[in-house]
């Protein structure tokens, strides 16, 4: 997936400028003039000057020449060559000189939650269980699934950090964790010969909109926490088959693992920044909505919070919501996308930053894609700008 992602974004594209675009303007008009002069001035030195054909070519040519605007191309590099030593001190790779010109004009930035506004790590605050399970057998649960993930996500790696002790139990199937489905599985062999397939994932997702532990949820994402269910799948379904999202219908919700999230602390001096320099922060997650908006009100960040599942499908009306609301939860990568592109066709001129590899298609289609040094190497180079301090 993230494969298919990074290949999608690899197509060459340059960055919009309109410095450049009124340099090669100019040039075009001045070739274009420089023809019907040329044929004027060798007539007036043949004709008029009565001089001969080597010299009137010779003083054509010394009046041709300074039409060329050298200068203003040059003058226009070294103000960009200056403008990237100068973000170079403040530890920010500039990619493409034309970006310099593309961060004066931002007045929409796109921020990813994860890893921007918050920091990569989490910690496990609660481990509720529910349905009067047992608690240890939970814990072992939940050390296994860590356990059984070779490149675990920030949240799995909590919950590693957390239980670490496991049993042994026999691996038999799993399916990672997709941005797109927002879980992911595995089926445990606990040694009885009965194979029992978990999820771990978002409650929302995964539970029925009239399930009680919803409740429960919702409260701690007011509260800014993630949140995310631990359900034993129906008897026979295999982590294989939760790869079509009908096979979670009917899972058995377990236990809420409640982690809590780091907050960056300069973000909220940034966004104060923002908000002086009229520019309009749009915070963009594939988090719970709530929750998503519960970060951003603790960080100074205050509108109204969507989900973005229910956002038209319409460019033209998505447009209009995205300029209503400032906090968008539960988005897709390929929602992402588009919403910088619905975002654009306002005429907004768009910075989106991120740092994993669901953010690579808006990072790529946004005027200004600034990464994180820490992030993946998809997105770090489909960026224009690069933040090897990870502060944005």
């Known amino acids: 997936y993230a494969a298919q992602l990074a290949e999608e974004a690899s197509r060459f594209t340059l960055v919009h400028s309109e410095l450049r675009s ?10 274009w003039m420089m023809v019907p002069t040329a044929i004027g001035l060798i007539i007036s030195q043949l004709v008029v000057k009565d001089n001969e054909l080597k010299g009137s070519i010779a003083r ?7 039409m060329v605007p050298e200068g203003l191309v040059l003058l226009t590099s070294i103000a960009f060559a200056i ?38 790590g989490m910690d496990v605050t609660e481990l509720r269980v529910l ?45 990672p964790f997709s941005s797109a489905r927002k879980y992911s599985g595995a089926t445990l062999d606990e040694g009885d010969g009965r194979p029992v397939t978990w999820l771990l994932g978002a409650p929302d997702v995964l539970l029925p909109h009239d399930d009680p532990a919803l409740d429960e949820t919702e409260r701690m994402n007011r509260e ?37 999230q780091r907050l960056r602390p300069d973000a909220a001096d940034t966004l104060r920044y ?17 929750s998503v908006g519960a970060v951003a009100g603790k960080l100074g960040l205050s509108g109204t919070t969507v989900d973005a599942r229910r956002l038209s499908a319409d460019p033209e009306a998505m447009a209009g919501e995205l300029e209503a609301g400032t906090v ?28 994993g590899v669901n953010d690579v298609l808006a990072l790529k289609d946004a005027d200004i894609g600034v990464a994180m040094g820490s992030g993946s190497e998809a997105t770090r180079a489909v960026a224009q700008i690069v933040l090897l301090n990870n502060s944005f």
């Open 22 to 31: 009124g340099i090669s303007t100019i040039l075009k008009y001045v070739t």
């Open 60 to 66: 054509t040519v010394g009046g041709i020449v300074p």
């Open 83 to 120: 403008g990237v030593i100068r973000l170079g001190r403040k530890q920010c790779l500039v990619q493409e000189l034309p970006a310099i010109e593309g961060l004066a004009r931002v007045d929409t930035v796109c921020l990813d939650k994860t890893g921007t506004l918050t920091e990569g």
């Open 131 to 175: 349905d009067d399970a047992d608690e240890t057998y939970v814990r072992t649960v939940l050390g296994e699934l860590g356990s059984a993930d070779p490149r675990p996500n920030a949240s799995l790696q909590a919950i590693v950090a957390a239980y670490p002790d496991t049993t042994g139990w026999r691996l038999t199937d799993t399916l």
């Open 224 to 260: 800014g926490m993630r949140v995310l269910l631990l359900a034993r799948a129906r008897e026979g379904v295999t982590a294989d088959d939760l790869a079509d999202p009908a096979a979670v219908d009917g899972v058995r919700a377990v236990a809420l693992v409640v982690l809590e």
């Open 274 to 290: 923002f908000a002086e320099q009229d520019v309009s922060a749009k915070v963009i997650s594939g988090d719970n909505a709530v």
């Open 328 to 355: 968008f939860g539960r988005v897709t990568p390929q929602q992402k996308r588009t919403m910088v592109g619905a975002l654009q066709s306002k005429g907004h001129t768009v910075a989106m930053t991120g740092d």
